[in-house]
């Protein structure tokens, strides 16, 4: 599929936690290799530098992600890196450019058809956050375990000949505060956008893929590479959509074994049809 690419006007991903045993990096390292766009949006969280700090853990697909990044910047994507709190660290270099990605703090994307876009992580609208910084990391720790359960887990289901599911997912969404606390953020990041009179907001951070109306701004979140594998992508004529890129990656795992299994004139057949 790298032969012929996914073409978008616009990605955003975000909350990729390089540097976590949690991270997807070969799931998401398909992905940038089958899309191309005339802009990339790295919407925080891309190296996890609270997780960095307790331990040292990266793989060479963590590698790959970085480079295949950076050897689109030089290629021409436009590609802006906005910081989120994982890695804040960031944060000093604020209107600088590292190689050819740019770094701010929060950009207004027009998209196509002429909205105007809030891009922005979204962690300042995270009250234990902003207000309660131990009890941020303490969670991030537990989150951590569950991920690390979730990885053994879903070793089992593929030796099993199944697919990806997430069980930190499934935990968060089944626990009721959690969901208050997503409601309550997601109103929060929207009404942002309206008091300065914007169409709408792109965010990350609490790893949920949506995009809604909220009393009439357009909220999209970009979902996460450990739990959701989800990227937001912008069509050439502005329409925005939530592209899950696991149910791609599993299309084309299916497609070649079908076509390696297949006696060669029938995969020939396949192709043509």
Same mark, same amino acid.
């Given at each position: ?93 604020? #209107? ?119 009393? #009439? ?5 970009? #979902? ?50």
């Amino acid at each position: 599929m790298a032969d012929n690419p996914l073409k978008f006007r616009s990605i955003w991903i975000s909350d990729l936690h390089l540097g976590t045993s949690g991270c997807q990096a070969e799931y998401l390292l398909d992905f940038l290799k089958n899309t191309e766009a005339e802009y990339l949006y790295l919407v925080g969280d891309i190296i996890d530098g609270w997780a960095l700090k307790r331990s040292w853990y990266w793989q060479q697909s963590h590698n790959d992600v970085i480079q295949k990044v950076l050897r689109k910047a030089r290629k021409g994507t436009h590609v802006i890196y906005i910081p989120g709190n994982h890695d804040e660290g960031a944060r000093q270099f604020l #209107g600088l450019m590292f190689g050819d990605i740019r770094i701010e703090d929060e950009v207004v994307h027009t998209t196509a058809d002429g909205r105007r876009m809030l891009v922005l992580h979204g962690d300042r609208f995270d009250g234990v956050v902003q207000c309660a910084r131990w009890l941020a990391i303490v969670g991030d720790r537990l989150y951590g375990i569950t991920l690390k359960l979730n990885y053994w887990f879903n070793r089992a289901r593929a030796r099993m000949g199944l697919g990806y599911w997430s069980l930190s997912q499934y935990l968060k969404h089944k626990v009721k505060k959690a969901v208050n606390f997503v409601s309550s953020f997601e109103q929060a990041v929207a009404l942002e956008a309206k008091t300065r009179g914007l169409d709408g907001v792109i965010c990350g951070h609490i790893h949920k893929a949506e995009m809604r109306d909220i009393d #009439g701004v357009l909220y999209c979140n970009d #979902g996460d590479w450990v739990e959701s594998l989800t990227a937001l992508v912008e069509l050439p004529n502005g329409e925005l959509k939530i592209l899950t890129w696991q149910k791609f990656f599993a299309e084309q795992a299916a497609q070649i074994n079908s076509l390696t299994a297949a006696p060669t004139g029938a995969g020939l057949q396949g192709i043509a049809a």
